[in-house]
């Protein structure tokens, strides 16, 4: 009888049992037996574990493989290698900086803020860079640096002189702001987690602006560059939007004429003939001129001079199909008409790529 009543009781456990263990629930991920062959863990590159995150350095974690700069040519690079983008900066912080400023590390220099010195821009001194720079400089560095660099920010202002920079800091060499930025430098921290390396090099272009130096003006640059290459260089960028719009520099006319200098016009006239045969475009030539003299007449004369180049490509083998010529007169200045400086200017040929 006892045995019996055990049977039952045993029998309804081994059900109860294998019941309960065959309900599935959706949230539990059941047993893993070899969780590394399907979670991949995650590996931090260019991260030292032994010490990056940490104030007791561990000597037993520290240069394992991740920590490892990448094989040389196999990550984009610009720039020499302290001045680069991409990979980890070389230039250490002073030793001085596990105490002032936090940042323990692998190693220490306390020359290289010295050395950075050499260290370039690897980005161009244009507007575009500076412009960017400019909106990181004042959600950054504003409010202790102030609106133009005097080190009049409103923090800086308001805590009694004890973070004040001082008016001159942006005079400093490019490569020694980037150290700077970097690591910071006396009460300034680090900005190295705000600001990545290339938005640490744009903030350094807008600072050389506050500090007196000149964008080389547009002009400037394009005449650095050849015709055929600002074509090609259109064409290229043909899918952008805007007008694809080049003016034509030394091309010139006999004065209230439409008739093409020849001699002086020569190799601005060759490029375009030259590019038209190579490249599978349209384009339209804009005359335009200054506003001396009746507007009608002028009128006709650019219309004329833009034929007179349209005229001069049929001769040399394109086909006309493929060159409107469009005479504007005075509308559209691109500079003043007071001086004679600007209405030079004014007198121009343009080209619209399509
Ligand atoms: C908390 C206020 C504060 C902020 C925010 C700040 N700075 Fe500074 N900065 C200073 C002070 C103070 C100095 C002067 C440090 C010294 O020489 O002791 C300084 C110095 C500098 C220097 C000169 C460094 C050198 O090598 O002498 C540069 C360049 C500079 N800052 C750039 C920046 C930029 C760029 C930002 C924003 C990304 C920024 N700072 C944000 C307070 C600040």
Redesign the pocket.
């Known amino acids: 009888m006892k045995i019996a009543y055990f049977h039952k009781i045993a029998a309804g456990l081994i059900i109860s049992v294998s019941l309960t263990s065959c309900f599935k629930d959706e949230n539990s991920p059941g047993y893993e037996y070899m969780p590394d062959m399907y979670r991949s863990p995650a590996i931090e590159a260019y991260i030292d574990y032994g010490e990056v995150r940490t104030w007791i350095p561990n000597d037993s974690l520290k240069n394992r493989l991740t920590a490892l700069q990448p094989p040389v040519g196999t990550v984009p690079f610009q720039g020499s290698n302290s001045g680069n983008v991409y990979l980890p900066y070389d230039r250490m912080p002073t030793k001085g900086m596990d105490k002032t400023h936090g940042i323990s590390s692998v190693a220490y220099s306390d020359s290289d803020y010295v050395l950075s010195a050499l260290d370039k821009n690897p980005l161009a001194f244009n507007q575009e860079n500076v412009d960017k720079g400019e909106v990181l ?1 004042n959600r ?2 504003d ?3 102030g609106e133009k660099g005097a080190g009049d920010g409103k ?1 800086s202002v308001s805590s009694n002189g004890l ?4 008016a001159n ?2 005079e ?1 060499e490019d490569g ?2 980037f150290y ?2 970097t690591y910071g ?4 921290g680090s ?1 190295a987690s ?2 990545n390396k290339r938005e640490r090099w744009e ?1 350094i272009s807008y ?1 050389k602006t506050l500090a007196g130096k000149e964008i080389p003006s547009v002009q400037e640059v394009v005449e650095e560059v050849s015709l055929k290459d600002q074509l090609l260089d259109q064409v290229a960028h043909l899918a952008d939007e805007g007008d694809h719009k080049l003016e034509l520099r030394d091309l010139v006319f006999k004065t209230g004429s439409a008739s093409l200098d020849k001699g002086k016009s020569k190799e601005t006239l060759e490029t375009l003939v030259e590019f038209m045969k190579t490249q599978s475009v349209s384009i339209e030539v804009d005359g335009y001129t200054d506003n001396t003299g009746d507007s009608e007449a002028n009128h006709e004369l650019s219309q004329k001079r833009a034929d007179a180049v349209k005229k001069y490509l049929e001769k040399n083998g394109i086909d006309a199909d493929r060159i409107t010529a469009k005479g504007y007169g005075e509308e559209n200045p691109v500079a003043s008409n007071d001086t004679e400086e600007g209405r030079a200017r004014n007198r121009r040929t343009e080209v619209i790529i399509k």
Not at 163 to 166: F, H, M, Q, S, T
Request: glycine share 4%.
């Open positions: 400089y950054f560095c409010h202790c640096h923090v973070i004040v920079p001082p800091a942006f400093k020694q702001m700077s930025i430098k006396g009460v300034m900005h705000q600001l903030v600072l």
